[in-house]
């Protein structure tokens, strides 16, 4: 802490005014029958014939107790039926109807794909920059000074590098907090995204109250995109309550979620954010709160008490000094935790990782292997308990029949997995991104065989990097 006399460092929300924020993202879409209470309204399915039989998986993940052993609903050498884009059903020896698609899945795993509930896509422009820094560092040193240069062409080339990239790491869903301002960059982040075949929730944050262009953003762009959804992004601090208010006030007024930063880092005390939020009749289901590292008993008693949604980004607040959740205490209380990625400052898409360091912190935090989360509440918070925050267990998260087919297959048969032990605890303790052989998002395969399906990854990369090029070059 610093000396009285010395000018306390700047709140989160200072800075970002300032520089403009660098956030992270999580998406999901609408609902299939019965929908989880607070689950928000979404639009209709996408039509098409995508069927699909994934054959022989020697080991499904349905995270659905209702459909196989343990927490997990695991079921053994069963079949996957995907009809229409929704897991129709899950069993032995299924019937393979005419003209669909067969995955041979013998030896490998099926399991829900990844729900990233944070993430900054276009920080993949500064991947492994300002690698001595602090938050506070890394927007002066980083964020602030590549946000400003973007052009459209820009925008697209990198968030689809991003995008694609989670995409291979196992992630279908994805919320992406977007501190871009003019329509035109919007407008090119939004086309990166619908174009990777993601199912992503975009949320927007305005520079200043502006319910107007929140609203032509929302109608002209994201709700067009058929796997698209949209939040309203805020971040809140005592200096800005009037702005945060208008935020959660243009989020009731469109039926969408609020999504906040939240004590990221012990100097933000002084934001009292966790008061604002309450202050403006914010905590609810429909509030998204992201890092949340320094609550105090009190705030976490709140946070469950009017069932608040928390994204825990672990490896990006290692990277960044910036303290550990106390995850353990939020799982006590029931809170909905998912995981989030957050963009530039985790460097990578790996959820392999993200898991483990998920687990891993905490039993440094309390000395306990013990301590919540273990292995298979972790996956769960990975896939399932993702959805839950984001309001959208009842299509996504887990292979319930009637839900929406989002889904990898997971190959064990690589070096760095086998010899097979305990296959779930592998999934979280070796499994990487090479592991995941096949991706399947609303029933379509964005991934089969280890590659991407219908990408040029020489080209996505390379226009990448001359987009990079140019934004240091304009330095």
Known sequence: MQSAPTPPPPSRRDVLAGLGLAAA??????????????DLPSRPAVPGGRTVLLRGASLVLTMDPALGSGPLGAVENADVLVLDGAVAAIGTALRTPPGARVVEASGKLVMP?????????????IRGGCTDRDLF????????PQRGRLTPADVHSIVRLAALDAVQSGVTTLVDWVDIFSYDLIESYVRALAGTGLRFTYAMFPPAPDAALVTKVKRELVDPAPLGSFQVATHAARA?????????EAAQDLGVMLNSHVLERPEQRADDPIGVLAGIGALGPRLL?????????????????????VAHCPLSNMRLASGIMRLSDLGQRGVKVGLGLDGGTNDTSDFHALMKTA????????????????????????????????????????????????????DPAALNF?????????????????NVDAVFVDGRALKLGGRLVGIDTERVVREAEAAAARLRAAA
């Open 359 to 410: 687990v891993g912190l905490q039993r440094v935090r309390t000395t306990r292997a013990s301590v919540f989360p273990q292995v298979h509440e972790v996956l769960r918070m990975a896939t399932l308990g993702g959805a839950e925050v984001l309001g959208l267990s009842g299509r996504v998260g887990s292979l319930t029949p009637g839900k929406r087919a989002d889904l990898v297959v997971i």
């Open 418 to 434: 086998a010899p097979r032990f305990d296959w779930v605890g592998q999934i979280v303790f070796n499994g990487r991104p090479e």
């Open 289 to 309: 709160i992201n890092h949340a590292v320094h609550l105090t008993d009190a705030e976490i008693a709140a946070v469950a008490e009017h069932d608040v949604r």
């Open 240 to 248: 800005v309550e009037s702005h945060n208010r208008a935020h959660w």
């Open 113 to 125: 794909g990844f729900v990233d509930t944070h993430n900054h896509l276009w920080q993949a422009a």
């Open 25 to 38: 993202t999580p998406l999901v879409l609408g609902s299939t029958p019965g929908p989880a209470r607070h």
């Open 137 to 144: 560092g890394w927007f002066r040193g980083c964020t602030d």
